[in-house]
């Protein structure tokens, strides 16, 4: 269940967005449906949507994990190359159709190594994703967050990233963070409005309110 801090969060990010993009991970069926923004359908996250009572405005990908008798009738485009994940066809899709910005669902759940494949592929946008009760994006300039006093926040250099915060807890100034070395984990905003600036490199930040 989303907190009434992250529904309002969320509100807003969908206010600025275009469509949701739904990966075969664990999908909030329930939440996506009143966002109410067009809902591209990576190969089998089809089977949980449809099955759920969400229609896909497309389905794509290779479509070797969803149920063939749902595509009859749906608009559904076959990608068979394997050169690219079916989450980086669905991102080319996004970016030709003018569907972007999009917000991801269902990057985490299931194998470990397609957790870990989603969130490099994920590092090289600049969308916002949600996993039940976390909000990610990533950074690679200047942003300021506007979000409840306490909010956590998580930061993570992807691979690496030097930063400066103005509204947190615990300041970061001018730190180098990586994965494998420092980062800076369960954070909280102590201002409402929290101010990033990456000088170098990626970042990619987890907001909830945990």
Known sequence: MHSRSMMKIIKNLSKRCRSVLCLGGDLPCDFIKPIGLPIVAADGAANVLI???LEPYIILG????????LL???PHLRIESQDSTDFEKALDYIEKESLA??????MFGGYADHV????????????FGISGDVIFTTLNGERCFEVPLNTKI???GIPRCT?????????LHDDALSIGGMNSHSNRAAEENVLLR???GRAIIFLSSF
């Open 51 to 53: 099955q759920s009572g």
């Open 62 to 69: 290779d479509l070797d994990s969803v149920d063939e008798a």
């Open 72 to 74: 009859r009738g749906r």
């Open 101 to 106: 910005p999009t917000i991801v669902m269902g």
């Open 116 to 127: 870990l494949g989603n969130i490099s592929i994920f590092s090289r946008t600049q969308f």
């Open 154 to 156: 998580s930061i993570f």
């Open 163 to 171: 930063i400066t915060s103005s509204g947190l807890k615990w300041e």
């Open 198 to 200: 990456v000088s170098s």
